[in-house]
């Protein structure tokens, strides 16, 4: 019998190495490299898992593919359509990851019951509740169906025979994180273990169409647990963020074959689970403190989505030697970029002040379009000038003071204009690109001393 090889796997990238470091060398963690035993497979086992079904297909012609065997699959949630580019694509890989308590497995086993009910024939795999716990959650969340099966497990051999006898349409995992390949003596949750379960889901999905959800753990720092490649296998990677204080949950696309991505969708946990908010905007914007300084309103576009949030800003003088900068929602180094800028270009002193942001409403930005509004609300708190309720400031600002050009203005304003905004400042090169309303103020600017100009005086 030949002897077992051991190897050391580093549990947060994957790199193996015979022998014990305390740094790995690859993603120079400390301390993540675990004791592995690694088994020699079996080749008919390896041969069945490596084939799957792949030997019944044949090359084809480009102009022989026809999209009509895939059509896209509508769950009657539409921010779920919106964030998955459309719909639901057969035989497509989705991966969600979030925060433990934030709603993803309240949101598939919503979304499992509504596929279950149009026809479609649902498996619910969870290594994490008994099926008695998973009916209790469905009778809250009113979610009954025929073709709806559940399955407490987390051997992926019996997972397979059964997907193999009851040929379901949709399959759930919850979550990829408790699922284990019998022929690897890697421990539950290890990297080699999810890559190894990951790949088995892909090879199911592709090779017999059938569309698997898998719920994914995430770290402290955010990232979905497990090696980087999980998110390069899967086809949509989807993030469900949100304040577990707040009842309102972000569900964000940061990867997408079938549609845009940075797409977002919100929705209201409440008792009787996930419903969505068709306009965000006025939620983000309806504790709006009117006669506040420090604070701006931005449209910031969310894949193909404009969304009107408030950024605040506090401004003190410092107490200590070193100026504070605190963000939520918002980029830190991408605050300290504008103040830098306001110093230099606009003449405020603010290297002994602490400065203090967020994103109202819990959303985070990251985009160059927010700049402008980052820079009027830190001058209206550093500066005690409120500015009017109803202007809108959308723009980059430039290293030089300069306000630079953004995509998709038009989008952007025709937003602002719903939600009663009657003056809108912009980039002066957008003003000469797009269609705009002309029954709302749209002031065009070049500099960034202009801007502030037109948002005090």
């Known amino acids: 019998?030949?002897?077992?090889?051991?190897?050391?796997?580093?549990?947060?990238?994957?790199?193996?190495?015979?022998?014990?470091?305390?740094?790995?060398?690859?993603?120079?963690?400390?301390?993540t490299l675990v004791e592995e035993v690694e088994k020699k497979q079996p080749?008919?086992?390896?041969?069945?898992?490596?084939?799957?079904?792949?030997?019944?297909?044949?090359?084809?012609?480009?102009?022989?593919?026809?999209?009509?065997?895939?059509?896209?699959?509508?769950?009657?949630?539409?921010?779920?359509?919106?964030?998955?580019?459309?719909?639901?694509?057969?035989?497509?890989?989705?991966?969600?990851?979030?925060?433990?308590?934030?709603?993803?497995?309240?949101?598939?086993?919503?979304?499992?019951?509504?596929?279950?009910?149009?026809?479609?024939?649902?498996?619910?795999?969870?290594?994490?509740?008994?099926?008695?716990?998973?009916?209790?959650?469905?009778?809250?969340?009113?979610v009954s169906s025929d073709d709806f099966y559940l399955y407490p497990e987390t051997d992926m051999e019996a997972i397979r025979a059964n997907i193999d006898n009851l040929k379901p349409d949709y399959v759930i995992i919850d979550s990829v994180q408790t699922m284990q390949e019998p022929e690897m003596s890697s421990a539950v949750g290890s990297v080699s273990q999810v890559r190894e379960v990951t790949a088995d889901l892909m090879r199911l999905a592709k090779g017999q169409g059938i569309t698997i959800f898998v719920v994914g753990h995430v770290t402290k720092g955010g990232a979905i647990a497990g090696p980087k490649i999980l998110e390069h296998m899967v086809d949509t990677v989807l993030y469900f963020e949100g304040d577990l204080h707040h009842s309102y949950r972000i569900l964000r696309a940061v990867k997408n074959r079938f549609g845009s991505t940075n797409e977002i969708g919100v929705f209201d946990m409440r008792e009787d689970g996930l419903q969505e908010v068709n306009n965000p905007s006025e939620i983000f914007l309806e504790e709006r403190l009117k006669g506040a300084t420090g604070s701006a309103v931005v449209v910031s576009l969310e894949g193909t989505r404009p969304i009107l949030v408030e950024i605040q800003a506090l401004v003190t003088p410092t107490a200590f030697g070193n100026a504070k900068r605190t963000t939520a929602g918002l980029n830190q180094n991408r605050v300290s970029l504008i103040m830098a800028v306001l110093e230099k270009r606009a003449g405020l002193m603010l290297q002994n002040q602490d400065a203090y942001l967020k994103a109202a409403g819990g959303v985070k930005l990251d985009e160059p379009a927010i700049d402008l509004a980052l820079a009027i609300s830190i001058a209206s708190s550093y500066r005690e000038k409120e500015t009017v309720p109803t202007d809108c400031f959308i723009g980059e600002v430039g290293l030089t003071g300069e306000i630079r050009r953004v995509s998709d203005i038009e989008t952007r304003v025709k937003e602002a204009q719903k939600l009663g905004f009657k003056r809108i400042i912009i980039p002066q090169n957008n003003l000469a690109e797009a269609h705009l309303p002309e029954n709302v103020e749209i002031r065009g600017v070049k500099t960034l001393n202009q801007a502030l100009h037109f948002a005090f005086d």
């Open 1 to 31: 019998m030949a002897k077992a090889k051991i190897k050391y796997v580093c549990q947060n990238c994957g790199y193996s190495s015979p022998r014990y470091l305390g740094r790995c060398p690859n993603c120079g963690q400390w301390n």
């Open 43 to 142: 080749k008919a086992v390896a041969s069945t898992l490596s084939t799957g079904t792949s030997s019944s297909n044949k090359p084809q012609l480009l102009k022989d593919v026809s999209l009509k065997q895939t059509p896209r699959v509508q769950t009657q949630i539409n921010e779920l359509n919106r964030v998955l580019g459309g719909g639901i694509v057969p035989g497509s890989l989705v991966l969600i990851g979030g925060d433990p308590g934030i709603g993803k497995s309240t949101l598939l086993l919503q979304v499992s019951g509504q596929l279950a009910q149009t026809g479609g024939k649902v498996l619910y795999v969870s290594g994490e509740e008994s099926a008695n716990q998973i009916k209790l959650r469905a009778d809250r969340l009113a």
